[in-house]
């Protein structure tokens, strides 16, 4: 993990900014847009838009290689479409959508800004 901000000993992040989850999921269907409808599906009502999905460290969609060799274990980053976003609130509604729509989700990481600089890394591409 990359972290551009390194936390000191009594020294507080002035600012700390949530601009969304990556929700890693299981998904047997090996093709990924397919995969990416699901998702888009699941959050159209939600102020969070899915940006890309890897798979084993490769981005896969938008724009990825149909040649690409993907498993069954998919990263999906969605971030915030505005900052007004309640992180709580927001990714519960995500994660209720996406079961609800069969999404088999296995875990989530949150995406922070610690005074404005990244606390997470960017996927391939981005």
Known sequence: LVLSYIKKAGHKAERKEYVGVDVFVHEDNRRPAVLAEKLIHAAK???????????????????????????????CRFVTKNSEAHRQATQWELLKALVENEVDVIKTENLYLFNGERGFSLGQGQ
Do not use: A, S, Y
């Not at 460290?57 to 724009?63: F, I, L, Q």
């Open 45 to 75: 009502k939600l102020p969070v838009e899915l940006q890309m999905i890897t798979n084993r460290g490769v981005k896969v969609w938008p724009n990825g290689f149909d040649e690409t060799f993907c498993t069954d274990h998919w990263r």
